[in-house]
């Protein structure tokens, strides 16, 4: 389904975002004050807009208000990031998406209503340090303080064997979610046949307590 989405700030993050939103085929409206910014993303993007998302009345002749996601995405300017926030709320975008620098920057976006808080630094701090402990680490995501999903390069260990003889259920408490195979093909719930080859990719769910048993 084609959304509309309007991303307000384009540094290094928000730029990212909508570009990759405008490669994946929705309309995206992208807003800055600073000319070159808006320039540098202009063919890439539906609209490409020079102006400042404090101002209200722009926001409102720009037809904002009509967008399905809204993501704020200047962080140093935490006065900026607050009003916009507050304001694109008060207009009733359905998804407010909001960058923080910090926890307690988080906390007052959350109170105003902000419908998702990004921490982009912080998530990226969690990404390398798991990559340092575990080299094959590639992603993850956090499902709780204690289990993740994690995308993990095949363990030397368990190349050639089939899912059934390594049994990692059985032996480390983890359940293995998908195979990614070199060239794109992806196995969805393999079973207990399906052989783990080079350059594979496992999608696992485990705890942090299992995956450090792993072998690599």
């Known amino acids: 389904m084609r959304k509309q989405f309007v991303v307000i700030g384009l540094g290094r993050f928000g730029t990212s975002v909508a570009r990759t939103l405008s490669t994946l085929g929705h309309d995206v409206l992208a807003l800055d004050k600073n000319e070159h910014a808006v320039h540098a993303i202009m063919h890439d993007v539906t609209q490409a807009v020079q102006a400042d998302g404090r101002e209200e009345e722009t926001l409102r002749t720009l037809g904002v208000r009509n967008f399905d996601v809204a993501i704020v995405s200047m962080g140093d300017d935490l006065e900026a990031n607050i009003l916009i926030t507050l304001m694109l709320k008060e207009m009733g975008i359905p998804v407010v998406v909001a960058k923080a620098q910090s926890l307690q920057h988080g906390k007052v976006l959350e ?9 982009p630094e912080q998530d990226m701090g969690i990404r390398l340090a798991h990559n340092l402990i575990r080299s094959n680490v590639m992603d993850f995501i956090e499902l709780s303080p204690d289990y993740s999903i994690y995308e993990i390069g095949a363990p030397s260990h368990f ?58």
């Open 111 to 119: 109170k105003i209503g902000a419908d998702k808080i990004i921490y």
């Open 159 to 216: 190349l050639n064997k089939t899912l059934g003889k390594v049994d990692l259920r059985a032996n480390y408490g983890i359940n293995v979610m998908a195979i990614k195979k070199k060239g794109g093909h992806i196995m969805v719930a393999p079973g207990a046949e399906d052989i783990i080859e080079e350059n594979d990719i496992l999608v696992i769910v485990a705890s942090k307590k299992a995956l450090s048993k792993l072998p690599e």
